[in-house]
């Protein structure tokens, strides 16, 4: 409480009117105070966090200044980000309204959700500060050291689902990573579920970290399978269908093809490694998400020539 009292003085919120509410493990809530509700975010500590989120934050501001609806930082004596005993922290104003669950969605939440990813992709935003985010650009350099890592590790559940099929995956991506064409534009980068506030007909996009260049197909790819419910297992075609229309109907071009399917996959490579370095060197608990996304993996792979032939239906 006396934290969250400290915030509200330094960018001036006014007096708490109720308890802050803690909304994701520990790391954001809500304020209501007398001029307002406002969401507080304890950013990570590392520079390479620090860093994605400033620069998510210029994105964000940039298509704002496009009309679009997004969340950005407050300021703080002109910075977005204040430190209270070597903590960070970054204040925003509260975006009212629903977030959808991790499922398929409704055909007209489908429709919306590719017009706006196809709004973004034509905006075409210039900043000559960004760069391609780490999460969609998995190196071959980071899988070996991952690889490195793994030797380290003698849980043998975990050594169990890291098998050589994930090998023949990555090696996969790596060889459709470097045929995919160089094209790339500013977008959100993590366009899922968790990240989009639905407020009537009104979609507002909130956190930006994992915004920067990247590849429309591959955002694309990553928007169809997330809607249509890859992480419940068994996708829906009409969702599916209805992202692609309304991605169309904005003016977007679709050009996905298993080049493309198989380079979509750094994230989740980028994710797995993660989340395998929070149990070796931070020994956090992660245990569960490796083995959920290596699941997601296999499921991919299994899933990418149905993909193929909706979209060839499409």
């Known amino acids: 409480m006396e934290l969250i009292k400290t915030i509200c003085d330094l960018y001036q919120l006014g007096p708490l009117k109720t308890v802050p509410v803690v909304i994701s493990a520990g790391r954001v809530w ?184 990247i590849h429309p197909q591959i955002e694309l790819v990553g928007v169809l399978l997330n809607w249509s419910g890859i992480n419940f297992g068994k996708l829906k075609q009409e969702s599916f269908t209805n992202i692609i229309k309304g991605y169309r109907a904005a003016g977007g071009e679709i050009n996905i093809n298993e080049t493309v399917l198989w380079a979509s996959l750094g994230s989740w490579f980028a994710w797995l490694d993660f989340n395998v370095q929070l149990i070796i060197f931070s020994k956090k608990n992660t245990e569960l998400e490796v083995i959920h996304t290596v699941k997601i993996l296999r499921r991919l792979t299994e899933l990418f020539p149905l993909v193929l032939t909706w979209l060839e239906n499409n």
Not at 157 to 168: E, G, P, Q, S
Request: with cysteine; charged share 20%; aromatic share 12%.
């Open 30 to 213: 809500r304020v209501q105070t007398e001029q307002g509700c406002y969401a507080v975010k304890q950013l990570a500590a590392n520079s390479v966090g620090l860093n994605n989120f400033l620069q998510g934050d210029k994105i964000a501001n940039a298509f704002a200044n496009k009309m679009f609806s997004v969340c950005t930082a407050l300021a703080y004596k002109d910075k977005k980000i204040c430190e209270i005993n070597n903590n960070k922290f970054a204040v925003f104003k509260w975006r009212f309204g629903c977030i959808l669950s991790a499922g398929a969605v409704t055909s007209a939440y489908a429709y919306s959700i590719g017009r706006l990813l196809a709004d973004l992709h034509i905006t075409n935003i210039t900043l000559p500060e960004v760069t391609i985010s780490r999460w969609q650009n998995y190196q071959l350099n980071d899988w070996q050291e991952f690889k490195r890592f793994i030797k380290c590790k003698k849980n043998t559940n975990l050594i169990h689902y890291l098998t050589a099929k994930l090998n023949l995956w990555a090696e996969k991506y790596f060889t459709a990573k470097a045929n995919l064409t160089n094209f790339s534009v500013i977008s959100h980068g993590d366009l899922t579920q968790a990240n989009v506030v639905l407020n009537k007909h009104l979609l507002s996009i909130i956190d930006w970290e994992a915004a920067g260049y």
